[in-house]
């Protein structure tokens, strides 16, 4: 497919760049390091895609071919004296079904060349951000970075404006190794039976949408140490003014949590909520038309775990006892900020 006429210039100057200022380390096989720079990678994007990339080796052995992935569906306008398809010199690595366009000219040590392609029909939406594997291939080694193309899009990046944490996070007092929940400040202890750990409960913020904002808060359960979750539910709500579902007594009444997720066997469960639920926080944050540094919401979380030689708990997300002499269900607070 070919993209309009507009011209976008993607220079690669990001944290990825400075990977490629060092020698790179082999990715296949049993090979080892390859002195090689990728000292500029620049795509422009038009009717058509035209990448350079300048590569410098700096010491033995010399380059002798050098390979840069072929995106899917795409075709090679220039040059002319390339050539396209699987590498032989991989055989038997993860790299072996790669279809590649190949510069087979070679390069000495302590020399500096660009190497240019022009692609037509490259895949819908290439443009910025996206990347393509390029390989390297020196005497009997091979090594494999990434370097801007339009192959696939790269990493996602982290969602603008608005984080979120635990206002007051806290410690678990049993050992317990997160998988998901690595963040300190952005998870609670998820606590069965009022006095055992079994996991974590954690927040982040992401853009769903692609837009560049963060739209959608992410409330993640995860146990550990053998327990399972079997069902959870969640209430979020701003603590302006809070309705939590509960009976005559202040009781949580769970069943009527908006966010209730049941028949699991899971030790990791994700719950989405989006952000207008909250108000129009990159406005009160974000845009400088609000007063409020922060937003805060109230949480609380409760699950049902279970353990093949301890049975079924009752477990809720640390935090402060909603009603002092009623149940031991517990509820703590997200505070939403502007990064």
């Not at 050539?83 to 020399?111: F, H, I, L, N, R």
């Not at 020196?138 to 990046?157: D, H, I, K, N, S």
Request: with cysteine.
């Amino acid at each position: 497919m070919k993209t309009t006429s507009r011209k976008i210039r993607t220079s690669f100057i990001s944290a990825a760049a400075l990977l490629f200022a060092v020698p790179f380390t082999a990715q296949a096989g049993n090979f080892s390091e390859i002195a090689a720079e990728v000292l500029d990678a620049t795509c422009e994007y038009g009717d058509t895609v035209v990448c350079d990339y300048k590569i410098r080796i700096n010491d033995d052995p010399d380059l002798s071919h050098l390979n840069l992935e072929l995106p899917e569906g795409a075709d090679v306008i220039a040059p002319a004296d390339v050539t396209v398809g699987k590498d032989g010199s991989v055989k038997g690595t993860e790299y072996a079904d790669t279809v590649y366009v190949k510069w087979d000219q070679g390069q000495k040590k302590d020399t500096t060349k660009t190497y240019t392609v022009e692609f037509d029909n490259v895949p819908e939406g290439a443009g910025d951000g996206w990347t393509c594997e390029m390989g390297f291939k020196a005497a009997q080694l091979y090594t494999v970075t990434e370097v801007p193309g339009p192959c696939r899009p790269g990493p996602e990046e982290e969602a603008a404006g608005l984080d979120v944490e635990f206002s007051e996070p806290l410690q678990p007092i049993d050992k317990l190794t997160p998988q998901v929940c690595t963040d300190e400040l952005k998870r609670q202890p998820l606590v069965a039976g009022q006095n055992t750990d079994v996991g974590f409960v954690c927040a982040r913020v992401e853009d769903q949408d692609g837009n560049g904002d963060a739209d959608t808060l992410v409330v993640t359960y995860e146990t550990d140490n053998g327990w399972n979750l079997k069902e959870t539910h969640l209430w979020v709500e701003n603590n302006e003014d809070p309705v939590l579902p509960a009976n005559k007594k202040g009781n949580p009444k769970i069943g009527n949590f908006p966010h209730v997720t049941e028949g699991l066997y899971e030790t990791v469960n994700e719950v989405e909520i989006p952000l207008e639920n909250f108000g129009d926080l990159h406005s009160l944050l974000c845009d400088g038309n609000g007063m409020s540094l922060e937003l805060n919401a109230d949480l609380a979380a409760h699950a049902s775990v279970l353990h093949e030689d301890l049975g079924q708990e009752t477990a809720w997300a640390a935090g402060d006892q909603i009603v002092a002499k009623g149940s031991w269900a517990m509820k703590t607070e997200l505070k939403f900020t502007c990064k």
